[in-house]
DNA sequence: TTGACAGTTGAACAACCACTCAACTATAGA
DNA sequence: TCTATAGTTGAGTGGTTGTTCAACTGTCAA
């Protein structure tokens, strides 16, 4: 087992580490990932966006779908919003909105799959 | 266009919601799949299970791979041992870690095929 | 036994975040 | 015009969180 430090830094197994850097995704991809991960990894828009796959509603529907309120709805639509996830089509005063991102719903539908074939948590 | 009023919540489209409620599972499925997503949703956690995903590594390793401190990884990977997403070896005084959960890998394998497939952000 | 090192842990801190509240805009209907 | 309602917005707030720092444990080797 080989021992080296580099720049200050210890590694133990240099190759495997420089094996994984190799295959490893530019830090701009990863750091994408993960942005797309954390707009999911919250209850209130995961339900949004799961009612938001299945119909076209507006903001009041939805706030009475989960049983919060329209500001609180409208707060998450916008940051949705602002990251391409979400549409919004005006009609009158209500204003309707639907997925705007094939990817995150098909993210959603293959976590839920995960979720509900897994086991229970300890 | 019908409009309610059902326990002081506003409803437009009580057809499109009640269809939406019928076919949404339960309160806490979405909120584990938001608390998975969650997990994911983290820079430093995702170039963790990505770097496992491929090899076994032990903390110094991640450590030396990511360009952060020991005790950084080691917190995560604390979070991430408590959610059973993640195991650990112990091999004398180095502690190598692999993933535990294939969910997650595979979560972040389409993810990332769905980030790489995308086009540019705005 | 002693020193070096891999790893863990708890406290502290700063940044972030989701919601509430109140004020506001805009549109429909009377 | 006047009123009610759908929706937005900004400030404020309480809670969460990722990292740092320092102290600690445990193991290996001399």
């Given at each position: 087992?080989s021992?080296?430090t580099i720049c200050?830094?210890n590694?133990?197994?240099?190759?495997?580490?420089?094996?994984?850097r190799?295959v490893?995704?530019?830090?701009?991809?990863?750091?994408?990932?993960?942005?797309?991960?954390k707009?999911?990894?919250?209850?209130?828009r995961?339900?949004?966006?799961?009612?938001?796959?299945?119909?076209?509603?507006?903001?009041?529907?939805?706030?009475?779908?989960?049983?919060?309120?329209?500001?609180?709805?409208?707060?998450q639509?916008?940051?949705?919003?602002?990251?391409?996830i979400?549409?919004?089509?005006?009609d009158?005063?209500?204003?309707?909105?639907?997925?705007?991102d094939?990817h995150v719903?098909n993210l959603?539908?293959?976590?839920?799959?995960?979720?509900?074939?897994?086991?229970?948590?300890?």
């Amino acid at each position: 087992m080989s021992e080296f430090t580099i720049c200050s830094i210890n590694l133990i197994n240099e190759a495997k580490v420089t094996a994984v850097r190799n295959v490893t995704p530019p830090e701009a991809i990863l750091v994408r990932l993960a942005e797309t991960f954390k707009v999911l990894g919250d209850p209130t828009r995961v339900r949004i966006l799961h009612a938001l796959s299945l119909e076209e509603l507006c903001v009041c529907d939805i706030a009475s779908l989960l049983g919060t309120t329209k500001s609180a709805i409208s707060h998450q639509l916008r940051l949705l919003r602002s990251l391409r996830i979400v549409r919004h089509r005006k009609d009158g005063r209500i204003v309707y909105y639907s997925l705007d991102d094939s990817h995150v719903g098909n993210l959603l539908r293959e976590g839920l799959s995960h979720i509900t074939s897994q086991g229970e948590l300890p």
